[in-house]
């Protein structure tokens, strides 16, 4: 059996006023995320992670960021497209484990409702999907929430 593995990181601008997708659900939030897309930088640090994994480059090169097909899409989208491109060429995922770095608003609550909308999308189970959080200590752009970011490593295997 061959098995891979791969990590992905993304970070996104924090603004006042705009919606916050995280994990591919809506949080309650002064701030959200800015982006191209609908900026859902744990969505996008998974595909990375993945497509590194299969050594199939990255999700700007796949979704370019000056495509207007892209434009406000919701990201769920591209993990659904990631996962399909990477049985396409047979690789199983096996499981992915996620650090996000933020100040708030705290994530734990949420963590179960993200899980239950990522692993489908990447058709493995809950229990194969790690998301964990920290907040950067008051330090840097994510200490002063001005930004947030995301890590994440996946395992694939095939044969
Ligand atoms: N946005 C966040 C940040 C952290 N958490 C949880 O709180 C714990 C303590 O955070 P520290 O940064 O003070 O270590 C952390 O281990 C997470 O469980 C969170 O839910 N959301
Ligand atoms: C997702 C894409 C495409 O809409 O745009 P953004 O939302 O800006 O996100 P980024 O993490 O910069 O990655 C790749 C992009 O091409």
Redesign the pocket.
């Known amino acids: 059996m061959k098995i891979r593995v791969g990590m992905g990181f993304?970070v996104?601008q924090l603004e006042n006023g705009r919606d916050f997708f995280l994990g591919g659900i809506k949080l309650v939030s002064e701030k959200g995320a800015v982006?191209?897309?609908?900026?859902?930088?744990l969505i996008?640090a998974i595909c990375d992670a993945l497509l590194g994994a299969a050594n199939m480059r990255?999700?700007?090169f796949h979704?370019?960021?000056k495509?207007d097909r892209?434009?406000g899409?919701d990201?769920k989208f591209?993990l659904k497209e990631v996962t399909r491109m990477l049985h396409d060429k047979g690789w199983k995922i096996e499981n992915v484990d996620c650090t996000l770095t933020l100040e708030k608003p705290k994530v734990n609550p949420h963590i179960d409702a993200m899980k239950k909308v990522l692993a489908p999308l990447m058709q493995i189970t809950e229990e194969d999907v790690s998301i964990k959080a920290t907040t950067n200590e008051t330090l840097g752009y994510v200490g002063r929430e001005e930004g947030v970011n995301a890590y994440a490593v996946a395992l694939i295997s095939k044969g």
């Open positions: 993304d996104h982006g191209h897309s609908d900026a859902d930088v996008h990255d999700i700007g979704f370019s960021n495509d892209w434009k899409m990201s591209f």
